[in-house]
């Protein structure tokens, strides 16, 4: 009898193994079989251990925040982790649904992986800085860093991908093959479809890329924690509790609507106070300037053509790489070399002058005014003194999220709310759930490298906005 119980617990625990985690306590992971070797040869710790996740650990999760806030020294691979966990957690809550709706969609632990590993991987892509190496360097090839991951999944970890097998919830079904293209598809917001992925797949779809996912909901959770900020609560058990899938998409029930207003709350704070802190952005304007020469030397070309000289290029590289430029012997990288020691030790180059944030509401009854950032730029230029019209200034028009979709976009994307009294799913707007979130989403700064001019371009800046605040207000009489 002491053998038969000793087996049984042996075979409940075999193939699975625990990542101990600040934010989710456990993450279960599957790993080979001791019992059985070669039953499945490939596991989730094998894509874990693959030199393109592991690489992760040298990309930092908050870009140039890690300047700002001490702790957050938290890197981009402790986020897949807790992202693929949450997507696991997803894929149980929504699986009855989905077969509800797809009766011949896979096996559960089928299901769980594709979320799992579309979670895992969706950062798999980034370079350098995150969103930043997006803005100032992937995009005049015309891609973002979803697209090199979606390539970086069906050219290099395909094979290792198709190898997998089961899920922490059990095998596969019989015949079921894991296919890494419905990985890429999932993981990228905006994958080119054509029809050709089945259809209980882009029901999944916004387990990675809706108004609450996978990766948010771990980020939001992480990235307050490590920075030490009070964000207030974020009721994930709840969320995800009462999500579920209709032929509408995903939905929440009704009940769940307050903890999603609390989650957008929470994720909005974090938004305007730490991603988007004033000193990161004023080291982001540094950073602007010499980021493209620099890479000009480092890395100069398309990932996509040069992957595996991409795979050694991370925050940690390039930081030690220019650390020992202010000693070569080419004058350009010396200069290069003194600003990017100037950013390393946080000599910040551009200070704010001026700030001045605007709700939603506030930001649309000014918007018809101020169409343009160039508009404002102008605006400030003419209130200036004559004598300093050409004081050197920067606005900075703090509107994208560097971590997920713009706030100021998230209105126009309906979330489906099912009425247990009506029986019915009804559309509402995110726009009306934000109106009871006390939140700033706009952020407008104006910086410049003159202290002695701070205290003049905040005036004019004033001047400025008092202009188009008065423009606005006389166009919305007439209308």
């Known amino acids: 009898m002491p053998h038969m119980v000793a087996a049984v617990t042996e075979q409940h625990y075999e193939g699975l193994a625990l990542f101990a985690d600040p934010i989710h306590e456990y993450i279960p992971f599957t790993v080979p079989m001791e019992r059985t070797p070669g039953a499945c040869e490939v596991t989730e710790k ?92 992937l995009a005049q090839y015309g891609i973002g860093h979803e697209a090199v991951g979606a390539h970086i999944i069906t050219h290099a970890l395909d094979e290792a991908l198709r190898g997998l097998c089961r899920s922490p919830s059990g095998p596969f079904a019989p015949q079921e093959v894991f296919e890494p293209t419905y990985v890429a598809y999932v993981m990228q917001k905006k994958a080119p479809d054509n029809g050709q992925m089945p259809r209980w797949l882009r029901y999944l779809k916004p387990v990675l890329s809706g108004m609450y996912t996978a990766d948010n909901l771990d980020y939001v959770l992480r990235d307050a924690y490590m920075c030490g900020v009070a964000v207030g609560p974020v009721d994930l058990e709840r969320l995800l509790h009462y999500s579920m899938l209709t032929e509408h998409g995903l939905t929440l029930h009704k009940a769940g609507v307050g903890a999603l207003i609390m989650f957008l709350q929470a994720r909005l704070y974090l938004y305007t106070n730490v991603y988007c802190h004033r000193t990161s952005r004023a080291l982001d304007l540094h950073l602007r300037e010499i980021f493209a020469e620099t890479m000009d030397y480092i890395f100069p070309g398309n990932p996509l053509d040069m992957l595996a000289r991409y795979q050694r290029l991370t925050d940690w590289s390039l930081l030690e790489t220019v650390r020992g430029w202010k000693d070569d012997p080419l004058p350009a990288k010396q200069s290069l070399g003194h600003a990017w020691g100037q950013i390393l030790g946080r000599e910040v180059k551009w200070k704010m002058a001026y700030d001045a944030t605007f709700s939603v ?4 009854r000014q918007q018809a005014a ?110």
């Open 370 to 479: 101020r169409l343009k950032p160039e508009h404002f730029v102008q605006r400030i230029r003419q209130a200036l003194p004559p004598t300093h019209r050409n004081v050197p200034f920067h606005l900075d028009v703090a509107t994208q999220d560097p971590r997920n979709m713009n706030p100021l976009n998230i209105g126009q994307s309906p979330i489906y709310i099912y009425d247990p009294a009506t029986g019915k799913v009804d559309t509402e707007i995110v726009e009306d759930i934000l109106e009871h979130i006390p939140a700033t989403l706009v952020q407008y700064r104006v910086y410049t490298t003159e202290r002695a001019c701070q205290m003049m371009l905040a005036q004019a800046c004033e001047r400025a906005l008092a202009r188009d605040a008065a423009g606005a207000l006389a166009q919305e009489e007439r209308t």
């Open 46 to 137: 094998d894509l874990i251990d693959a030199p393109w996740v592991q690489r992760l650990r040298y990309i930092n999760q908050l870009q140039s925040a890690r300047w700002v806030f001490p702790g957050a020294e938290h890197s981009r691979f402790q986020h897949s982790l807790g992202a693929m966990h949450v997507a696991g957690r997803f894929a149980r809550q929504l699986y009855p649904s989905l077969c509800a709706l797809e009766p011949l969609c896979p096996s559960l632990p089928y299901v769980e992986e594709v979320l799992r590993m579309a979670a895992l991987l969706h950062d798999v892509g980034h370079g350098p800085f995150g969103h930043f190496f997006d803005e100032n360097h």
């Open 361 to 364: 509401r506030g930001f649309e």
